[in-house]
């Protein structure tokens, strides 16, 4: 961890935690962009974030749009017309059942529509800063198992996996350190082993094909 958080100086940081520093670490704001970041580039998640963000920067003010406005204003994430029902419905929720905050509980925040244990981990870790949680997408599932930290089938058994693997002070920096390495050098197909700073150590397990150096 300590070489990767060396090596990630200057790399482009994943698109929730630009929009987490920009917005003074808001849960909302974490909260939204990450149901959009599902499955789409980070520039278009970006992109989209900002503006839905400047027309409505609370969960009563995006509670107000129109499920097509929030469409419109949030395409081309991928599954757009899905998410801006998600989008909708989880700020209905907010305003009725918590008064318009977004909880701080993983028990509470995955009742909300669009919302898994990877939404609710960022949540927890960028907006109420958690230090007793990771998150786990795919480049975290992926590279736990190519470095052997874990050997698991689906991301969900990763997280466990990882509370047991790592040590407890780098689960906040697990998700930041390994989806800015995996958006940059240990790519899903063809991974740049060959600059990597973790080469020594990686049995590179379930790698196929690998670019050289
Ligand atoms: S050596 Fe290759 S497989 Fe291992 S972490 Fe680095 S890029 Fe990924």
């Not at 090596?7 to 482009?12: D, F, H, R, V, Y």
């Not at 700073?197 to 049995?203: K, M």
Request: charged share 25%.
């Amino acid at each position: 961890m300590r070489s990767l958080a060396r090596a990630m100086t200057g790399m482009e940081l994943p698109a929730v935690e630009k929009i987490s520093d920009a917005q003074a670490e808001d849960p909302f704001q974490i909260l939204i962009a990450t149901i959009l970041s599902a499955r789409t580039q980070d520039a278009t998640t970006h992109a989209a974030s900002t503006r839905l963000f400047r027309r409505a920067r609370t969960p009563r003010a995006m509670a107000r749009l129109p499920e097509r406005e929030i469409e419109r204003l949030i395409y081309p994430v991928s599954f757009y017309r899905y998410k801006a029902g998600y989008v909708k419905a989880c700020c209905e929720m907010l305003v009725s059942r918590f008064g318009g905050k977004v909880p701080s509980t993983m028990e509470e925040l995955v009742t909300l529509p669009g919302v898994g244990r990877k939404t609710a981990n960022l949540v927890l870790i960028l907006g109420f800063k958690s230090r007793r949680n990771i998150c786990v997408d795919t480049h975290v599932h992926r590279i736990s198992n190519r470095l052997g930290w874990v050997k698991t089938a689906r991301p969900e058994e990763t997280e466990q996996a990882l509370y047991r693997a790592t040590e407890r002070r780098w689960w906040p920096l697990l998700n930041l350190y390994l989806v800015t390495w995996g958006q940059n050098v240990c790519r899903p197909v063809y991974p740049r082993c060959g600059d990597c700073v973790l080469r020594a150590d990686c049995p590179r397990i379930g790698v196929q094909r690998r670019t050289r150096a």
